[in-house]
């Protein structure tokens, strides 16, 4: 079964850190370009960041460069996000997604939420 499964969301209070985990299943991750992306409520959703397959080049939206970092292990079929400096306004349900050419893989979410 093709699947994405997030973990380690959660409250944390602002200028905390998290680290979320993706964790896939059922396909071959390493050829997938991977990424994380948020929806806050009433809003629409929107690219965090993304690494490639080969070389593992990253991008980050520039609300959340500097503070946000994605590795990931493709041993573990795994995809990370560590996030630094939280802020309230990165309250949101996280996805990760796996994309090849036309097939995309979304995870279920998982909710940050940052206290202020």
């Known amino acids: 079964q093709v699947q994405l499964v997030e973990s380690g969301g959660g409250l944390v209070q602002s200028g905390g850190s998290l680290r979320l985990s993706c964790a896939a299943s059922?396909?071959?991750?390493?050829?997938?370009?991977v990424s994380w992306y948020r929806q806050a409520p009433g809003k629409e959703r929107e690219l965090v960041g993304s690494m490639t397959n080969v070389g593992g080049s990253t991008n980050y939206a520039d609300s959340v460069k500097g503070r946000f970092t994605i590795s990931r292990d493709n041993a573990k079929n795994t995809v990370y996000l560590q996030m630094n400096s939280l802020k309230p306004e990165d309250t949101a349900v996280y996805y990760c997604?796996?994309?090849?050419?036309?097939?995309?893989?979304w995870g279920q979410g998982t909710q940050v939420t940052v206290s202020s």
């Open positions: 059922g396909f071959t991750f390493s050829m997938y370009v």
């Open positions: 997604n796996a994309r090849l050419l036309v097939i995309n893989v």
